[in-house]
Nanobody, 126 residues
Framework: QAQLVESGGGLVQAGGSPRLSCVVSGRAFSSYTMGWFRQAPGREREFVVAISWDGGNTFYTDSVKGRFTISRDNAKNSVYLQVNSLKPEDTAVYYC???????????????????WGQGTQVTVSS
């Protein structure tokens, strides 16, 4: 059972560029598809971005393309989300998730992800 721990959130001014991190326990990290999801107040959880086990492929939701960048370091069991040009509507709890499925199948469906972190709050002030 993998455990995921996110960090890097907080109160950020609009236009800011924090980097969120997620560390995953266990030896299987390098085989996981990794994803980031977010949940804004009063809204359902939504998919943000995912990355394949080797970092070679990524899949972004349209609303963050060009502003967010996902990356991973398998040697450090970590996945990152570089968030640029933050907007107030990006305010949400950001969750890291791991899937044992390949990216092409895991895609952006939360039900295809097997392990989840507790989330890190990102609040964007205007």
């Amino acid at each position: 059972q993998a455990q995921l721990v996110e960090s890097g959130g907080g109160l950020v001014q609009a236009g800011g560029s924090p980097r969120l991190s997620c560390v995953v326990s266990g030896r299987a990290f390098s085989s996981y598809t990794m994803g980031w999801f977010r949940q804004a107040p009063g809204r359902e959880r939504e998919f943000v971005v995912a990355i394949s086990w080797d970092g070679g492929n990524t899949f972004y939701t349209d609303s963050v393309k060009g502003r967010f960048t996902i990356s991973r370091d398998n040697a450090k069991n970590s996945v990152y989300l570089q968030v640029n040009s933050l907007k107030p509507e990006d305010t949400a709890v950001y969750y890291c998730a791991a899937s044992t499925y390949r990216l092409a199948f895991a895609n952006g469906h939360g039900s295809n992800y097997h392990y989840w972190g507790q989330g890190t709050q990102v609040t964007v002030s205007s």
